[in-house]
């Protein structure tokens, strides 16, 4: 049989090569949403009340989730953060840990910084680079930075040039260590897009909190697609306490896992809080119940 295309194969395969690159945009979008999307489940150790335990694992696995994010330790006025984990005996019983329960560290949080000054602290790059050090160890490849109430940039916009300086710093460190810082910001999703185009760094991003624009009464919704796919790196998926998500007449996670597919955004999905007023210490119940109804809606 001949190598050689006849002139009719050869003008059909070319007409199918055309249609391919002619391909309108919308079409290529829509080709991507129907992709099956991957969404995982994790709790934060310092909200079930296991910050830096080895406990954490086992009580995440009971929780019924598949990951924690794990917290750097406390910060006050230390130079850097009272992290266990620095420790390689202490970090190979997490790792060894988390292996024999199938479990991920889906990311480091440095929750310290929701009450100290990001903006100010002299020794921040001792205590960033901290936390990429033990991502690398761990194997982690997000960490969490709350700008926390003095880094609120709509009550200290005079922070802005010294907040933009310092996560350019931290967008080069990250970058060099491979991995993601996602900042938790008080702006509204045009101000946090604005900001990460200051900031100049692709290794900067989002961690997107749902609770943040329920609060204030903006659209869900609108501000997940202004951000889009690209610049959320996760998600605290749950609102302020009160009622468990499944009850939650404010936040409707089917059609955010809507607005998720429509974006093509896939990823973690970390339970931060929504638990219930009348029983806010019992974590399994709370964080057992909300990690359920997260797995129903995304994971069926």
Known sequence: ???????????????????????????????????????????VDLMILKRQKLGSLQLTKDIGADGVEIDMGGLGQRETFDNQLAKPETRQQFIDKARELNLE?????????YAQSFATRPTYQRMIQDCLDTMKALNVKVAFLPLGTQGDLRKNPELRPAIVERLKVVGEMAKKAGVIVGIETALDAKGEVALLKEIGSKNI????NFSNPLKEGRD??????????????QMHATDE?????????????????????????????????????ADPRNVKKNFGANAAYLKSIFQS
């Open 1 to 43: 049989m001949s190598h050689l295309l006849s002139r009719r194969d050869f003008l059909s395969t070319s007409a199918l090569l055309t249609a391919g690159l002619l391909l309108p945009g919308w079409a290529i979008a829509l080709a991507h949403t129907k992709k099956k999307l991957t969404y995982k489940v994790a709790v």
């Open 105 to 113: 560290i889906c990311s480091l949080a440095m929750t310290g910084f």
């Open 205 to 208: 991003q989002i961690y997107f």
């Open 241 to 277: 306490d009160g009622v468990w998500l499944q009850n939650n007449t404010r936040l409707d996670m089917k059609k955010v896992k809507q607005t998720l597919a429509d974006m093509g955004w896939e990823g973690w999905l970390v339970i931060e809080r929504s638990r219930d007023a």
């Open 220 to 233: 869900l919704h609108e501000e997940l697609k202004i951000l889009g796919r690209k610049r959320i790196c």
